[in-house]
């Protein structure tokens, strides 16, 4: 298949382009790279079957040749990151949805989007189940990003209604994994990121609140069974497995080794208390479920972020993140003129192409993977342990 994902160079949409490419399906990615990162998809640029466009999905988005599905995962995600680009986060939900959902019209390809739990709100039923309307503040802060997603979801309703498209929602519950930013002021990196450089953790509230953590291999075998899918969805996909934001801390505190203290600041406005989601309907209609336990998870993670040079997000971090004033991103590169690939190719790519699977070792080297050692290529949950159990 030829698939269009945007935002790809971001955090999910970077595994999920690896994944795809891994299966030999051909990718074109297109990200403005205002909250993603080069780095995430540097070893990709030489795979012929990997295009990258540097292009503001809002503005506009244009594929020629064959496109078989699109994977509309752009847009900033982190509190910090939407607080700091408000208009933008609305552009990039509704104009930038409704752009990638005319290519998948124009392209008769499939459409998937990357939706949120923040459409639940501050949940006042508990876990979440996709039956369930909110409890969102329209107009607080986080509006910006909680009302993008759900017009995001109205208009992509819309076209499946009205223009017959193929569409699929995929509600996200959050997510952690390699390639977080370490200043991105998510409570998973911004934990080990102070955890590792020995300074407080960071705890807004009282530490009771609660969330689930999903770890991102899990989350892209989920997105692309729904890829291959035609569910309309909305459909979870998270980690049932709900702790309280304080015993995360201790638990990033354990694993890492850190004797770091924890300091609780003030909740900002509209933070959910409770998170939990009901994947009953993800694991019946696309036979998924997670399988990484959080503490096999947050150890990955965790090997992953001591190869990164995280002392200046931990100062950074200092202080609170959540408020939107937070210092610019710390790992701005400047960056060369966009790589734009040929237009027009329609392929369906040989196995026979295929290169050597690799593996990365925690801190970014390739070396030749084991047979069966790839295991975000496994799709299926047969023979595994799923944490819904
Ligand atoms: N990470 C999570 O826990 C989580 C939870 C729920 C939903 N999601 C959704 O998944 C998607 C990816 O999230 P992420 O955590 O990887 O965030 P991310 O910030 O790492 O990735 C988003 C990517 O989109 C790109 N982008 C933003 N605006 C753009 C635009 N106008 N045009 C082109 N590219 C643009 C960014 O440069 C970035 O590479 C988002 O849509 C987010 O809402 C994520």
Not at 38 to 51: C, E, M, P, T, V
Not at 69 to 88: C, G, I
Not at 117 to 143: A, F
Not at 300 to 307: H, K, L, P, Q, V
Request: hydrophobic share 35%; net charge negative; charged share 20%.
């Amino acid at each position: 298949m030829r698939i269009v994902v945007t935002g790809g160079a971001g955090f999910i949409g970077s595994h999920i382009c690896d994944f795809l490419l891994h299966r030999n399906d051909s990718v074109v990615c297109i990200d403005d790279l205002s909250t993603g990162n080069l780095a995430n998809i540097s070893d990709l640029l030489s795979n012929r079957w990997f295009r990258f466009v540097r292009a503001d999905v809002s503005a506009g988005l244009e594929v020629h040749g064959r496109v078989d599905a699109v994977a509309h995962f752009a847009s900033p995600a982190s509190p910090p990151d939407y607080l700091r680009r408000p208009l933008e986060t609305l552009a990039v939900g509704s104009r930038g949805t409704e752009n990638a959902l005319r290519l998948a019209d124009r392209s008769g390809a499939r459409f998937v989007l990357a939706s949120t739990s923040e459409v639940y709100g501050d949940p006042v039923e508990h876990p979440q189940r996709e039956g369930y309307w909110g409890n969102v503040n329209p107009v607080g802060p986080r509006s910006v990003y909680d009302e993008a997603k759900r017009y995001a979801e109205a208009v992509t309703m819309a076209y499946h209604r009205h223009r017959g498209v193929n569409t699929g929602i995929l509600r996200i519950f959050n997510t952690y994994g390699p390639r977080m930013r370490p200043e991105d002021g998510r409570v998973v990196s911004s934990f080990i990121t102070q955890a590792l450089n020995g300074q407080a953790l960071t705890i807004y509230g009282d530490g009771t609140q609660t969330r689930s953590f999903c770890y991102v291999d899990d989350l892209v075998r989920g997105v692309v069974s729904m890829i291959d899918s035609d569910e309309v969805g909305p459909i979870n996909l998270g980690c049932p497995d709900e702790r309280t934001v304080a015993e995360l801390a201790e638990l990033v505190l354990k694993l890492t080794g850190s004797h770091s203290v924890v300091q609780y600041y003030p909740l900002p406005t509209d933070d959910p208390t409770r998170r939990r989601p009901d994947i009953t309907l993800a694991t019946a209609r696309l036979g998924w479920c997670p399988e990484v336990s959080t503490e096999e998870g947050l150890q990955r993670t965790s090997a992953w972020f001591r190869c990164q040079d995280t002392r200046a997000a931990a100062a950074a971090l200092v202080g609170g993140q959540l408020d939107g004033q937070s210092p610019p991103r710390l790992s701005e590169i400047s960056w060369s003129d966009p790589v734009v690939g040929p237009q027009g190719q329609q392929r369906s790519r040989p196995a026979a192409d295929v290169g050597d699977p690799t593996i990365q070792d925690d801190c970014g080297a390739h070396r030749p993977a084991l047979q069966g050692e790839f295991t975000t290529t496994a799709v299926t949950t047969s023979g595994s342990t799923c944490l819904a159990d």
